[in-house]
C-alpha cells in the first residue's frame, strides 16, 4: 500500500495554472504544481494591452502545455514499486478460473483438482472442495495446512488425493500451483513403452523426459489413488525436478511457477499426447524436440510478459471457459 500510495502521489504531479483565456483577460495568474500533497504557487502580477492579448494567449497555451509534458515525463520517469504479496483475492480468482479452463478444454471432467501455494502463510495451499471442477467457485475454496489438512476443521467433504498437492509443496519450493488430473490421451504413455516427448513447441517443457509413476514399485497392489503422505511423497520423488510426471493407468500430475504457467502445461501435455499419437500412426522416425531447443524455448517462456506466452493463451482460454460457463 506505501509503495500504491508513493506511486500515487508522483502521479499526482500536474501543473496548476489558470486558462490562456484568464492570463489574456485578467491582471494575476498562478503557475504551480502539485508534488505529493504540496502545492507551490508562484504569483505573478501584470496587466496586458488589448492588442498583445492575442499574442500572449499563444504563448500562455506553449508553455501550459509544455508543463504538462514535462511533468507527465517526470511521472512516467519515477519506478513503480513492485508488489511484494501478491493479492490473495486475486489469486483465488485465478484458482476457480483454473478449474474451469482445465474442464472446458477437456483436461478434467468430474475428477481432477488444482491448488495454488498459499501467498503469505508458509507451507499451506489453496484448494477447493471435493467438487467437480467445472463447479467450482470462490466459497468452495478452502486452505489446506503442510500435511494435508484442512485448516477449519468440521467443513466440507475434500479431496482424498490432497496430498499429492502437500508432499510436492513440501520438497519443491519452486512450485507454486499443482494439478492433478486423468487427461485422457496421456494415460496410454503411462501404461505402454512408448515414451510421451515434445514434438510441439508448446510442450518443450516435457523435454529431456517424463517419468512415470508406478505404485505398485512403492506401495503393492493399490486402488491407485494417491489417498495418503506415504503415497504421495513417492509420487514427489518421482516427478523429482520435472514439471510433469505420468501416474501409470491413472493420468498425471503438472506443477509450475504460478497457476497460469501450470494450467498452460496440463493443457498442452494433452496436447502434445494426441499429437505424438498421430505422428506414432503415420509411422517412420519421429524427430523431437532437442533438449536444447527445448531450453531456449522455456528460456523465452519465463520472461514473457503480458501479451505473450501463457498470459496470452490464459486469457483466451478464461474468456472461452466464462462463455461456456453462461
Not at 56 to 69: C, S
Not at 236 to 264: F, I, K, N, T
Request: hydrophobic letters at 45%; a positive charge.
Amino acid at each position: 500500500m506505501r509503495g500504491r500510495r508513493r506511486t500515487a502521489r508522483r502521479a499526482a504531479l500536474v501543473p496548476r495554472t489558470r486558462s490562456s483565456h484568464d492570463l489574456a483577460a485578467g491582471t494575476v495568474a498562478n503557475f504551480g504544481f502539485q508534488s505529493g500533497t504540496r502545492i507551490i504557487n508562484l504569483p505573478v502580477s501584470f496587466s496586458i494591452p488589448k492588442f498583445a492579448q492575442g499574442s500572449l494567449r499563444m504563448i500562455a497555451n506553449f508553455a501550459i502545455g509544455t508543463l504538462a509534458l514535462a511533468a507527465l515525463l517526470s511521472c512516467a520517469a519515477a519506478p513503480a514499486r513492485a508488489q511484494t504479496t501478491p493479492d490473495l483475492a486475486a489469486l483465488i480468482d485465478d484458482l476457480v478460473v483454473a478449474n474451469h479452463i482445465l474442464y472446458h478444454q477437456g483436461v478434467v471432467d468430474g475428477f481432477g483438482h488444482v491448488s495454488v501455494r498459499h501467498p503469505t502463510v508458509p507451507g499451506h495451499f489453496l484448494m477447493a472442495r471435493a467438487l467437480a471442477p467445472g463447479r467450482v467457485t470462490r466459497d468452495d475454496i478452502l486452505e489446506f495446512d503442510a500435511d494435508a489438512r484442512p485448516v477449519k476443521a468440521g467443513g466440507p467433504p475434500v479431496y482424498a488425493e490432497r496430498f499429492i498437492h502437500s508432499e510436492i509443496y513440501r520438497v519443491r519450493p519452486d512450485v507454486m500451483a499443482v494439478i492433478h488430473s486423468h487427461s485422457p490421451t496421456v494415460i496410454p504413455f503411462s501404461v505402454t513403452q512408448t515414451k510421451l516427448q515434445p514434438l510441439a513447441t508448446t510442450a518443450s517443457f516435457l523435454s529431456p523426459s517424463v517419468p512415470v509413476f508406478e505404485m505398485r514399485q512403492s506401495a503393492g497392489m493399490t486402488n491407485l489413488l494417491v489417498d495418503d503422505t506415504a503415497r504421495g511423497k513417492a509420487l514427489a520423488e518421482v516427478l523429482g525436478a520435472h514439471p510433469v510426471a505420468l501416474m501409470r493407468g491413472h493420468g498425471d500430475v503438472v506443477v509450475g511457477p504460478s497457476v497460469r504457467r501450470a494450467v498452460s502445461r496440463a493443457i498442452y501435455t494433452e496436447i502434445n499426447a494426441r499429437l505424438e499419437l498421430q505422428a506414432v500412426m503415420l509411422g517412420g522416425p519421429i524427430t523431437f524436440i532437442a533438449p536444447e531447443e527445448a531450453a531456449l524455448m522455456e528460456k523465452g517462456r519465463d520472461a514473457a510478459q503480458e501479451g505473450h506466452g501463457a498470459n496470452r493463451t490464459w486469457d483466451m482460454w478464461k474468456d472461452e471457459a466464462l462463455r461456456a460457463a453462461r
